[in-house]
């Protein structure tokens, strides 16, 4: 499984290549800066910036936005766990449960360290045949350090019957 996650992180890593993919995919997310900082099999770092595009109204960065940041540290990892595999899994969001502390007036590093148990539920998920759920935290800071965000993402997974 290594093998794959490590092709996957590769592409992410690669600037102009990730660039592309939110441009095309996720535009809300290129527009917003959002990027991906590291990915390893057990860690993901997701950066938003206070800008333009991802402010609102009361001088700080718009809650979507960051709740955006904190989806992907978390997708990111079930995304690489999944990547290329067969038989194929289904992802889906079916809850997100946040609670903001601070004003993010700069940028926001989000951190999932939930790769281990992530695949640990893909594989349940796989082995059983049936769905699957794990709620996968991640912690927004600033760059002082200081605590802006805890996000709860809630991911299904589940064994994609054949067509």
């Known amino acids: ?79 690489a766990h999944l990547y290329k595999r067969k038989p194929a899994i289904s992802m889906l969001v079916i809850k997100v449960e946040a609670n903001y502390f601070k004003k993010a007036v700069g940028k926001t590093i989000f951190t999932c360290s939930e790769g281990k148990n992530i695949e640990e539920t893909i594989e349940k998920a796989n082995s059983s045949g049936e769905a699957h759920s794990i709620v996968a935290k991640t912690i927004g800071i600033n760059e002082a350090g200081e605590l802006i965000a805890e996000v709860f993402i809630t991911w299904s997974f589940k064994k994609k019957s054949k067509p």
């Open 1 to 79: 499984m290594g093998n794959t996650f490590n092709e996957f992180a590769k592409i992410v890593k690669h600037p102009v290549r990730f660039r592309i993919f939110l441009l095309l995919k996720l535009p809300s997310a290129y527009f917003s800066g959002v990027r991906i900082k590291k990915l390893d099999e057990q860690e993901c770092v997701v950066t938003v910036p206070y800008k333009w595009f991802s402010r609102n109204p009361f001088r700080s960065t718009y809650f979507a936005c960051l709740a955006m940041a904190a989806e992907m540290s978390t997708g990111a990892l079930a995304i």
